[in-house]
């Protein structure tokens, strides 16, 4: 209560005034009795307000804790997310090694398919080679079957015939003549083998049939 408030009549020792103090009138009486209920009022009202402020203090306080856990989260969540830029750049540098890792292994994979292209290309153009040349091979034995056996040896002793050197006729001791040695016909040479097999190796040599009588070697002698 203010200073004000306590030296005014109250309602206990509102007669002992009013006997002492000159009578008032009653507008006067209203008049003290409306101030006075005017300070019950204040009284009434700054209780209120210190209760409000009271109130107020207590939101003030628990903003300002919320005030402090909502900085303290912000810089969790900064730190939160510091990490995750960290992680992310570790990830993409290891991911980025990881693709060129693949991409080198990629590219050697491939290198190796090409060279087996190419060696198997290879191996393909030797075989085809090699199949024409047995082609070849097989079509000249066959063609070599073909020819009878006695051309190929009547072939063989022409070329032994023609390859060896002509003997040459002895000169005659004692009597001179006027045609050189080396104009002189030569003396037809009889193989060794024509004289062994006359007609041909022993392959070529005709059967004789059944009931036939066996060739002398000779036509008809």
Do not use: W
Not at 101 to 112: F, N, P, Q, V
Not at 153 to 158: D, F, G, K, L, Q
């Amino acid at each position: 209560m203010s200073a004000a408030a306590s030296t005014l009549p109250t309602e206990t020792n509102e007669k002992t005034l009013v006997d002492r103090v000159l009578p008032i009138s009653d507008s006067q009486h209203e008049e003290l009795h409306s101030s006075y209920e005017s300070i019950n009022d204040r009284d009434e009202l700054r209780e209120m307000l210190h209760g409000k402020d009271v109130t107020l203090q207590a939101q003030k306080e628990a903003l300002t804790a919320v005030a402090v856990e909502v900085e303290t989260l912000r810089k969790e969540v900064a730190s939160l997310r510091d990490c995750l830029d960290r992680e992310e750049a570790k990830s993409g540098a290891a991911l980025a090694t990881e693709r060129e890792m693949h991409a080198d292994a990629l590219d050697g994979e491939r290198t190796k398919q090409d060279r087996l292209r190419q060696r198997i290309d290879r191996l393909k153009t030797n075989s085809e080679q090699h199949r024409q040349n047995a082609q070849v091979a097989i079509m000249n034995a066959n063609t070599a079957r073909t020819i009878p056996v006695t051309n190929i040896y009547n072939t063989v002793i022409v070329q032994q015939q023609q390859q060896a050197p002509r003997p040459q006729a002895p000169r005659p001791v004692g009597i001179h003549c006027c045609v050189a040695p080396s104009r002189l016909p030569p003396i037809p040479s009889r193989s060794r083998t024509m004289d062994r097999y006359p007609f041909g190796p022993p392959g070529n040599q005709p059967r004789s049939r059944p009931g036939s009588r066996p060739s002398t070697g000779s036509s008809g002698r």
